[in-house]
């Protein structure tokens, strides 16, 4: 029968106190890195009294010691170390079969199942997973200047950080079996924590890092035990696990842990509180220096970067791809959204169909973080589409980050906001994105949006801080909308932006819809009108627009800044003139300022055709004028076959001849035809005959059509063209605020719609009516 307890002999006690006076430690030092809760073991170990062998075991490991050299008649038949006495006669390998065996359904339990926002029910981990890509450089301590920041479009705000799209990408798998101890970053809701459990079912199952037990801990959790007991040991906790789990020996941990044979899988370190971070972070550094030969995998958000970790690897959780979203989108329809597989299917098809459409590439920047995806495919479950105001989901987006995620996952962090409330917080993020937005900062230095939010501190009401206490405060309050939500995110060293452009635009629109009076309101929207040719403020005018509780004031402020675009410019005015003469003339009855903007865009661009919806007008005359333009086109180019290009303007004659109804136009263009040279005849005569009459020819033809069809030909210089061109899309802007789910009277729609694109007489004329 071997002992149950160990002491040590008289040499032994000589060598064990050497050993421990060269440590520098005290007795109560010892006990710490025993994980004991009192030094009485310790005392008992020098004074040669019977200590627990596996404590005994412990201390002389801690000093280096060989137990065997200073116990008293040490059994012959007791283990060799790192293992124990439920493992004699098994080998390591055996021990961890058991061990997972017993600890199987407390792993599927805690690991197996997700509990979705929204979603009634748990959701098994393997029907939603996707596996994830890690990213091993991270882009917060990369050096890049911000100047070379400010030059991306705004369409290139990429998936993975705003300009960061070629940081090179491992699969999270490959990430564990190559680095030992990893800490892994994230951004909220982009799957830190299903990476973890996805990674222990695998170990259980004996699919992955089949040699090591898998021990899955929520460090808030281990936290909160902790404080509560007075004792800050994961060991200890393990140990706990192990006998809530039925494995009857409790060194079991440890002959797992010293052999190597554990894979310790620590979440959220970000969702421990201040007061107990030191503790936390200590002993997870002890414990891994202690048990090293161990793989361990620490979990926080991306922003949280203190404490550092030694010895650890820090990567980084990439966003989805376009083919993990296609994967998480079929997953979600098949398990959580249709009754049958081809239903789901059909489902998802649609929905990512909605979402490569290109009008939705706001919604796929955000839809790369698996939470706003699940958000996105609910929504189209319970609606058939994607929300028509884009307000909504942006707004859900926000709440979910700013507090809604925590609280369905039950974190309490710590606060501080200043004591800010959730409309005091909005407040804050309203005011950063505006006057940055303003001011064309997508990317800001740390001190620029640090000083932002002193002036915004500045203004509340009681404010009494000292320059230096402000300074202070606004740097505290910078990390904390960093680390707690995620909104702002340090890009690369020193520079800043919000997390997602959208997020930015709509935070910019809530600041002026939130106007604090009416006054206000008005100056806010002239401000906002004043942008209304630049196209980085679009989004902010759509969103404006559904956001008010009437957007008449907005629209007829757009309106009347829209017509000013070409009120100076005399030709330009007279070519106005002439498309609304032009629209008058039609024979069916399409909305007038459709035709109106087809003369314009038409006059802009000689490939109409390709670029305006003709069929949706229903009208001859204007496929009549579009076809007439083409072939004036064609008989103006220079072709350096005469041939060739003769022929080509025959057959484009030919198929105008077929759209002509009016009687004069269409025997004057056949006169036309006529001149033309046969098809029998030679090449040589073909070609001196086109390279003499092509000049009249071609203006012959010009002639007919504008006797006929009141053509002119329109010679705009280049800044006129750019006028134009600006003016045609902050008319397609203004409908597209129209056409926007937004609360306009109809009297008011009526007369913008009846109004568009006429000349500053016609509208003078008008108003005199």
């Excluded at 501080?416 to 900062?441: C, D, H, M, N």
Aim: proline share 4%; with cysteine.
């Amino acid at each position: 029968m071997v002992k149950r307890s160990l002491q040590a002999s008289a040499p032994g006690i000589q060598v064990a106190k050497r050993a421990f006076a060269i440590k520098g430690w005290t007795q109560e030092n010892l006990a710490g890195e025993v994980n004991l809760k009192t030094r009485q073991p310790i005392w008992r170990f020098f004074t040669g009294k019977p200590v627990d062998r596996q404590v005994f075991m412990e201390i002389c490991s801690i000093l280096d010691l060989d137990w065997r050299e200073i116990a008293e008649n040490p059994p012959a038949e007791f283990p060799e170390p790192g293992k124990s006495l439920i493992t004699m006669g098994m080998n390591l390998d055996n021990v961890v079969e058991q061990v997972r065996s017993q600890r199987h359904d407390t792993i599927q339990s805690r690991c197996g199942i997700i509990q979705l926002l929204d979603i009634g029910r748990p959701v098994n981990l393997d029907d939603i997973y996707v596996d994830v890509n890690i990213l091993e450089e991270l882009a917060h301590q990369r050096w890049q200047a911000i100047e070379e920041l400010q030059k991306l479009a705004p369409s290139e705000f990429d998936r993975i950080g705003m300009g960061a799209v070629n940081r090179r990408q491992m699969a999270g798998t490959a990430a564990v079996e190559t680095y030992k101890k990893l800490r892994v970053l994230g951004k909220p809701g982009i799957g830190k924590t299903t990476f973890l459990q996805h990674l222990a079912i695998q170990c259980d199952g004996g699919h992955f890092i089949p040699t090591q037990v898998p021990i899955f801990i929520a460090l808030r959790d281990f936290a909160e035990e902790s404080r509560e007991s007075g004792r800050c040991s994961l060991l200890d906790y393990i140990r706990q696990l192990f006998v809530m789990a039925g494995v009857p020996d409790p060194s079991t941990a440890g002959t797992l842990l010293r052999a190597g044979r554990i894979l310790l899988l620590l979440d959220g370190m970000d969702e421990v509180i201040n007061q107990d971070m030191v503790g936390v972070s200590r002993d997870i550094r002890k414990f891994s220096q202690k048990y090293h030969q161990n793989q361990i995998i620490v979990t926080c958000r991306t922003a949280f970067q203190n404490p550092k970790l030694q010895g650890f690897t820090d990567v980084e959780i990439a966003p989805f791809t376009q083919d993990q979203i296609n994967i998480f989108v079929r997953k979600w329809f098949t398990n959580l959204g249709a009754n049958d597989h081809q239903a789901a299917e059909a489902k998802s098809a649609k929905l990512l169909g909605e979402i490569e459409n290109p009008e939705h590439w706001k919604f796929r920047q955000l839809i790369v973080n698996p939470l706003f995806l699940h958000v996105a495919c609910w929504v189209f479950q319970c609606q058939g589409k994607l929300p028509a105001k884009r307000t909504d989901f942006y707004k859900q987006g926000l709440d979910l980050l700013l507090y809604k995620w925590d609280e369905s996952k039950g974190i309490e962090r710590d606060r501080l906001y200043r004591g800010f409330l959730l409309p005091e917080k909005i407040k804050l993020l309203s005011q950063l994105a505006a006057v940055t937005f303003e001011k064309g900062e997508y990317f800001f230095e740390q001190r620029v949006i640090e000083r932002y939010i002193e002036d915004y501190l500045c203004h509340l009401p009681g404010h009494n801080l000292e320059p230096e206490q402000l300074q202070i405060e606004s740097e505290a309050m910078l990390r904390t909308i960093e680390n707690q939500h995620g909104l702002i995110t340090e890009r690369t060293k020193g520079i800043f932006s919000f997390s997602y452009l959208a997020f930015q635009e709509y935070l910019t629109a809530r600041k002026i819809v939130a106007s604090h009076n009416l006054r206000a309101l008005e100056n806010a929207l002239e401000g906002l009108v004043s942008h209304i040719e630049d196209p980085h403020w679009r989004e902010v005018f759509l969103l404006t627009t559904t956001m008010l509780r009437s957007a008449d004031s907005l629209v007829q402020l757009m309106k009347q800044q829209v017509d000013v675009l070409v009120s100076q410019d005399p030709y330009l005015q007279e070519f106005l003139t002439w498309a609304s003469q032009k629209s008058q003339n039609l024979r069916t009855e399409p909305k007038v300022a459709t035709s109106r903007a087809f003369y314009l865009a038409l006059a802009q661009s000689p490939h109409i055709m390709a670029h305006f919806n003709l069929v949706a007008t229903l009208d001859q005359g204007l496929f009549l004028d579009a076809a007439l333009d083409h072939l004036l086109l064609e008989c103006s180019s220079d072709h350096s076959s005469g041939f060739a290009h003769a022929h080509a303007c025959g057959e484009a004659l030919n198929q105008t001849l077929t759209m002509i109804l009016d009687a004069g136009l269409y025997k004057s263009l056949e006169q036309l035809q006529e001149q033309l040279p046969m098809a029998h005849q030679t090449l040589e005569s073909s070609q001196s005959w086109w390279q003499e009459h092509c000049a009249s020819w071609t203006e012959q033809l010009r002639s007919i059509i504008a006797k006929h069809r009141n053509y002119s030909s329109w010679n705009f210089s280049p800044d006129q063209h750019q006028i134009l061109q600006g003016y045609y899309d902050a008319n397609q802007l203004l409908i597209d605020c129209l056409n926007s789910n937004c609360e306009i009277t109809a009297a008011v729609r009526q007369n913008i719609e009846a109004t568009l694109l006429l000349p500053q007489g016609e509208l003078e004329e008008r108003e005199w009516n």
